[in-house]
């Protein structure tokens, strides 16, 4: 018996996998065609990545068209295409810039996106040019932020705050 095998370039090729960032251009949640275009930093083209339209609802159907990032991570629609579709519910934020001037020596300015707070220990989860930073300020002030959160509004955090050794979190000034 004789066999042969025939395969071609692409045969055993799996879809890739990418993570994305970047600055949201456009995006169109209700739509035929639910996307989103976002400025790829690292070769400065825009770059459309389809969602379905319960995703895109949740993720940006309530967004204002103001300055927005957005990360992620999406899959080839088959393994040589150039069309992209998001995997799991894409993550928006603001950038914002840290400055490094505080009004006293032992004051620390705080400036950011907060992504989780915690009422009980006072412990927030703030955002600042995508990086997460960790800190415990005011119980009453976290648990406003909580509440906000969980009414899937957007939280800041922006102010001067010292560190209270006594109370072993940050008060804001």
């Known amino acids: 018996m004789l066999f042969v095998l025939f395969s071609s ?3 055993g090729r799996e879809r890739k996998i990418i993570r994305f960032s970047g600055e949201l251009v456009h995006w169109d949640a209700n739509g035929p065609e639910p996307q989103f275009r976002y400025l790829d930093p690292t070769n400065l083209r825009e770059k459309t990545i389809y969602c379905d339209a319960d995703t895109m609802r949740l993720a940006l159907g309530n967004q204002s ?3 927005h990032n957005i990360e992620g991570k999406a899959t080839q ?5 150039e069309i992209w579709l998001c995997l799991g519910k894409p993550h928006i934020f603001q950038k914002f810039q840290v400055s490094i001037r505080s009004s006293s020596p032992q004051s620390k300015r705080i400036q950011g996106q907060v992504i989780e707070a915690d009422g009980q220990t006072g412990q927030i989860v703030y955002l600042v040019r995508g990086k997460r930073n960790y800190i415990t300020i005011t119980p009453e002030i976290a648990k406003e932020m909580e509440d906000s959160l969980s ?3 957007t939280v800041e955090i922006d102010g001067d705050y010292h560190y209270d050794r006594i109370k072993r979190y940050y008060i804001k000034d």
Request: charged share 35%.
């Open 9 to 11: 370039e692409n045969f």
């Open 65 to 67: 068209f103001e300055k």
């Open 77 to 81: 629609l088959n393994p040589t295409s």
């Open 151 to 153: 009414r899937m509004e």
